[in-house]
């Protein structure tokens, strides 16, 4: 059953095979690692502002937690810009996964690529992006840039205001969205375009969707956490609900969900504090200031 307290900017959900007793279990773990649990993490809203830098504080949080469990980064946008705000994510996690897993590394070694060419083929390809640019260009929205449209290794990120934006133009274009639907309805018209490929729509961040293959959502990046080797899944992430780029992977049942529903990278390390035993700082450096 799903627990969501209103009065927290967390809410945990247990997975069906869950009694919660591990929980208290990895709270209270000291000494070895236990490398049979496993932390994975969204990143923005999660372990960072939107499309900033994640702290030092939260750096050396996750190295300290590392020592008692393995943790892993599952985002949706490719390898570089997790790296621009991560560093160098493929050896600060035991698992990293860019683009929702379709490029996977464990200590830091590649170990699975997947491409979204191979699987729709050029000519459909050039379907989806055709009628997107088309659609976005007949669009009527205060402000467009440019990047409407980028292309990763396994998924198309679209966004209506262009990714080339401002940080104010962002966050102006996050209101105006939120107030007259503008991905939402792209969103809708796409699915009834393309109805043939087997397409997921998943809205994150502040300015765009990612389109990819039914089944390469965050799930994709379980097949690298075989079940015979974790006794816990632990995903945090803010886009926890219907529609959202975490809600797949929170809902799924190999995880327990915990939603940071504020978007605040500190209460993601309260939480981990209260699970795992690892003290949380009181407070993290502004992105400015790093």
């Given amino acids: 059953q799903a627990f969501r307290p209103q009065s927290q900017p967390c809410a945990t959900r247990f997975n069906a095979s869950s009694t919660g007793s591990g929980l208290l279990c990895a709270g209270a773990m000291a000494g070895e690692k236990n490398k049979r649990i496993i932390a994975l993490f969204d ?4 372990l960072t502002e939107p499309r900033k830098v994640v702290s030092p504080e939260t750096i050396e949080y996750l190295k300290a937690l590392r020592e008692k469990i393995s943790i ?10 997790q790296k621009e705000q991560l560093g160098d994510s493929p050896n600060m996690f035991d698992y990293c996964f860019s683009e929702n897993g379709l490029l996977a590394y464990k200590d830091g070694a590649k170990i699975g690529e997947t491409s979204i060419v191979q699987h729709l083929g050029e000519d459909n390809l050039k379907r989806v992006l055709n009628f997107a640019l088309r659609y976005i260009a007949d669009l009527d929205i205060p402000v467009k840039r440019g990047t409407f449209v980028e292309f990763r290794q396994g998924m198309l990120n679209m966004s209506p205001i262009g990714r080339n934006c401002s940080r104010e133009e962002r966050n102006e274009f996050e209101k ?14 796409m699915k009834e375009e393309f109805k043939d490929l087997n397409l997921t729509y998943s809205i994150g961040g502040q300015i765009s969707f990612d389109v990819f293959p039914n089944g390469w959502d965050k799930t994709y990046c379980l097949r690298y956490l075989p079940e015979g080797d974790f006794d816990e899944i ?8 219907q529609g959202g780029n975490d809600y797949e992977i929170y809902e799924s049942e190999r995880t ?3 939603a940071i529903e504020d978007a605040n990278p500190l209460t993601t390390l309260r939480e981990l504090a209260k699970l795992f035993g690892v003290p949380a700082p009181e407070a993290l450096s502004p992105p400015a200031s790093h």
């Fill in 234 to 241: 632990h995903f945090f992430g803010d886009k926890t609900f």
């Fill in 43 to 46: 990143v923005d809203g999660t």
């Fill in 72 to 81: 892993g980064v599952v985002g949706g946008s490719d390898l570089s810009k």
């Fill in 176 to 189: 105006f969205d939120l107030a007259n639907g503008i991905r939402k309805t792209m969103v809708e018209k």
């Fill in 256 to 258: 327990i969900g915990h």
